[in-house]
T-cell receptor, first 110, second 115 residues
Framework: RKEVEQDPGPFNVPEGATVAFNCTYS??????FFWYRQDCRKEPKLLMS???SGNEDGRFTAQLNRASQYISLLIRDSKLSDSATYLC???????????FGTGTRLTVIP | EAGVTQFPSHSVIEKGQTVTLRCDPI?????LYWYRRVMGKEIKFLLH????????ESGMPNNRFLAERTGGTYSTLKVQPAELEDSGVYFC?????????????FGEGSWLTVV
């Protein structure tokens, strides 16, 4: 079973739409959670960390449900520049390496 | 400040040949990681250096892969002999010491095609 499962999409949404991505992780010992963004043929870049209480950064809101081992990312008022692949990433307690989902591809359409 | 840099950005080699990928981490970062993404799969961890020492090499697929970080600065990842299934993107990443924050920064990757 994969460490991190994500819906690969693609998600095609119009500008201004709200879109939500979900992922699940298999290891209950996972300690830290992140959403990374990856543009085509570029490196993954940290978008935001995900905290148990949920956190928001502008138009982006991340939620974590430890009981269900479920992480979400909500993007409000989508912009063309939000088009990218969004990677759900976790790491385990005591480990420094990251486990990636396959990514969810988002295209925002004018 | 320069980010994580990798060389070459693209490489096409024949099966059985050797390729060496190089990574220069962000200056001052003790932690250096290698990750790999093969087509259709997720990015997977290969190994982790702390300075010049291998902290965790549990993700290395087999003994055809050799990573080094002499002097604790740049790192190389050698594939010898290369096989078709080694094709993919090899990402290097680095982070500072855990006590001072451990955001992991990635390089743009070395795209390897084995034909």
């Amino acid at each position: 079973r994969k460490e991190v499962e994500q819906d690969p999409g693609p998600f095609n949404v119009p500008e201004g739409a709200t879109v939500a991505f979900n992922c699940t992780y298999s290891n209950s010992a996972s300690q830290s959670f992140f959403w990374y963004r990856q543009d085509c043929r570029k490196e993954p870049k940290l978008l935001m960390s995900v905290y148990s209480s949920g956190n928001e950064d502008g138009r982006f809101t991340a939620q974590l449900n430890r009981a269900s081992q479920y992480i979400s990312l909500l993007i409000r008022d989508s912009k063309l520049s939000d088009s990218a692949t969004y990677l759900c990433v976790v790491n385990k307690a005591g480990a420094n390496n990251l486990f990636f989902g396959t990514g969810t591809r988002l295209t925002v359409i004018p | 400040e320069a980010g994580v840099t990798q060389f070459p950005s693209h490489s096409v080699i024949e099966k059985g040949q050797t390729v060496t990928l190089r990574c220069d981490p962000i200056s001052g970062h003790d932690n250096l990681y290698w990750y790999r993404r093969v087509m259709g799969k997720e990015i997977k961890f290969l190994l982790h250096f702390v300075k010049e020492s291998k902290q965790d090499e549990s993700g290395m697929p087999n003994n055809r892969f050799l990573a080094e970080r002499t002097g604790g600065t740049y790192s190389t990842l050698k594939v010898q002999p290369a096989e078709l299934e080694d094709s993919g993107v090899y990402f290097c990443a680095s982070s500072a010491n855990r006590a001072s924050g451990n955001t992991i920064y990635f390089g743009e990757g070395s795209w390897l095609t084995v034909v």
